[in-house]
């Protein structure tokens, strides 16, 4: 199924939902199905699942509305099935105020879980912006990961994007929190 025919967002709006994305290992099944559809046999094989287990998973992920059935069909007497993702990008709502926020909680555990030997970039700054800086960085990071999303090729292995602009929490109340 090309992609051209996905809706570009897909928004998390029930606790199903959350529930089924909250799980690392429905999170790594998603990142399978990003570019490509794939039988639960594959989707296994690629995130070391036992195929029950991938079936398990992408069965809540299904009713959840998050991945689909695009394609079937037959070998020796059983019907294949074949899966994709519901949208392009999954949006999360917001965590709220000292809530879990999810998509770091993921990008951290996928972080750790990669090879250590592999090139990777990880770096943070703290910068002190105006308002007006701050909204034109994260349209510019946000428009930076849309233009490589384009141009990403699923026959390449993966590559995650992370980013998080963000206000801490002041140093004074930080402080008063800790007391």
């Given at each position: 199924?090309?992609?051209?025919?996905l809706?570009?967002?897909?928004h998390?709006?029930?606790?199903?939902?959350?529930?089924?994305?909250?799980n690392?290992t429905r999170?790594?099944i998603?990142?399978?199905?990003r570019?490509?559809?794939?039988?639960?046999?594959q989707?296994?094989?690629?995130v070391g699942?036992a195929?029950g287990?991938?079936?398990?998973?992408?069965?809540?992920?299904e009713?959840?509305?998050?991945?689909k059935?695009?394609?079937?069909?037959?070998?020796?007497?059983?019907?294949?099935?074949?899966y994709a993702?519901?949208?392009?990008?999954?949006?999360?709502?917001?965590?709220?105020?000292?809530g879990?926020?999810?998509?770091?909680?993921?990008?951290?555990?996928?972080?750790?879980?990669?090879?250590?030997?592999?090139?990777?970039?990880v770096?943070?700054?703290?910068?002190?912006?105006?308002?007006e800086?701050f909204?034109?960085?994260g349209?510019?990071?946000?428009?930076?990961a849309?233009?490589?999303?384009?141009?990403?090729?699923?026959?390449?292995?993966?590559?995650?994007?992370?980013?998080?602009?963000?206000?801490?929490?002041?140093?004074e109340?930080?402080?008063?929190?800790?007391?």
């Amino acid at each position: 199924m090309p992609t051209d025919d996905l809706p570009e967002t897909f928004h998390v709006t029930t606790d199903e939902q959350l529930r089924a994305v909250s799980n690392l290992t429905r999170h790594r099944i998603m990142a399978v199905l990003r570019f490509e559809p794939a039988t639960i046999t594959q989707i296994a094989e690629r995130v070391g699942l036992a195929k029950g287990s991938s079936s398990y998973h992408v069965r809540l992920l299904e009713r959840a509305g998050l991945v689909k059935v695009v394609r079937t069909r037959k070998v020796r007497g059983v019907t294949e099935r074949y899966y994709a993702m519901a949208a392009r990008a999954i949006a999360l709502p917001d965590p709220g105020e000292g809530g879990p926020d999810v998509l770091m909680r993921h990008a951290v555990a996928d972080l750790e879980a990669s090879p250590a030997d592999r090139e990777r970039h990880v770096r943070m700054a703290h910068l002190r912006l105006t308002e007006e800086q701050f909204a034109e960085l994260g349209a510019r990071l946000q428009a930076l990961a849309d233009e490589y999303r384009e141009r990403s090729d699923p026959s390449l292995p993966d590559a995650s994007f992370v980013f998080a602009l963000f206000h801490p929490t002041p140093r004074e109340q930080a402080e008063g929190d800790a007391k």
